[in-house]
């Protein structure tokens, strides 16, 4: 099965979730590609066609769901797919999934359950009615789905595949700062924070502040060095 991620467009850093996507399934030998919509859609749309994904993954923040819901729609009037939208705004705003040409939706962590729902689409050929994290709609009918266990052992990921866009897209090839996630949740409530909503939905799930051992980051940085050297890391949790 080949995977498509589309974003918005390119700007001074990797995004690290698609980062860490594309790793997994790259890991469990699906071929996968990202694509940025950019100033020229119809030009992304003929880009993407000649790569013919069965899946397309988009990943959105709350701001930008009608731009992308009207890319997919005309994505769709040109190729047979399957549209998945995650990150922030489908977390919180699942329903979105009632949109058109908006197949499922992902809720929360990504890595293990987006995993989990290709292998079922692949094993069923077609949508799956139960996946964990996923809200899905299946002969005009909505399946919601519980979130699985959050990721307790960071250290397991395999690092976000930067050489994807390396390779890509000519910013990062002059680029001099690299970001890392080093933490994952948060155990605060501030009030202007959506982290609190966000342990809403995990609240059967345990604590979800998470970080990963020193030696794991380290290990991450030696394996950024073999693609490029930079002058600065942002740790970011």
């Known amino acids: 099965?080949?995977?498509?991620?589309?974003?918005?467009?390119?700007?001074?850093?990797?995004?690290?979730?698609?980062?860490?996507?594309?790793?997994?399934?790259?890991?469990?030998?699906?071929?996968?590609d990202v694509f940025e919509i950019g100033k020229n859609p119809k030009k992304s749309i003929r880009t993407i066609q000649k790569f013919h994904p069965n899946i397309v993954g988009y990943t959105i923040f709350t701001g930008m769901q009608s731009k992308f819901i009207k890319?997919?729609?005309?994505?769709?009037?040109?190729?047979?797919?399957?549209?998945?939208?995650?990150?922030?705004?489908?977390?919180?705003?699942?329903?979105?999934?009632?949109?058109?040409?908006?197949?499922?939706?992902?809720?929360?962590?990504?890595?293990?359950?987006?995993?989990?729902?290709?292998?079922?689409?692949?094993?069923?050929?077609?949508?799956p009615e139960k996946a964990d994290n996923f809200w899905i709609k299946k002969n005009g009918k909505i399946f919601k789905n519980p979130v699985g266990p959050l990721i307790t052992d960071l250290d397991n990921l395999p690092f976000p595949d930067i050489?994807?866009?390396?390779?890509?897209?000519?910013?990062?090839?002059?680029?001099?700062?690299?970001?890392?996630?080093?933490?994952?949740g948060c155990p605060y409530k501030c009030s202007y924070c959506f982290n609190h909503t966000y342990n809403e939905i995990y609240k059967k799930n345990g604590f979800i502040?998470?970080?990963?051992?020193?030696?794991?980051?380290?290990?991450?940085?030696?394996?950024?060095?073999?693609?490029?050297?930079?002058?600065?890391?942002l740790f970011c949790g």
């Not at 860490?20 to 030998?29: E, N, P």
């Not at 293990?112 to 094993?123: D, K, S, T, W």
């Not at 910013?171 to 080093?182: C, D, G, L, T």
């Not at 502040?209 to 890391?233: A, D, L, W």
């Open 1 to 32: 099965m080949k995977i498509a991620f589309v974003i918005d467009k390119i700007r001074f850093s990797i995004p690290l979730g698609i980062g860490y996507l594309c790793a997994v399934l790259k890991k469990s030998g699906y071929e996968v």
């Open 71 to 127: 890319f997919n729609q005309m994505l769709k009037e040109k190729l047979k797919f399957y549209a998945i939208f995650g990150g922030p705004h489908p977390t919180f705003f699942p329903q979105m999934v009632e949109v058109n040409g908006i197949d499922a939706v992902c809720i929360g962590e990504g890595e293990r359950a987006f995993l989990n729902f290709i292998r079922l689409v692949e094993r069923c050929k077609e949508l």
């Open 163 to 184: 050489e994807i866009f390396i390779k890509k897209f000519p910013i990062f090839k002059v680029w001099k700062r690299q970001e890392m996630i080093i933490h994952r």
């Open 209 to 233: 502040y998470r970080s990963r051992s020193p030696e794991n980051i380290c290990e991450e940085i030696e394996f950024i060095r073999k693609y490029k050297r930079y002058k600065s890391y």
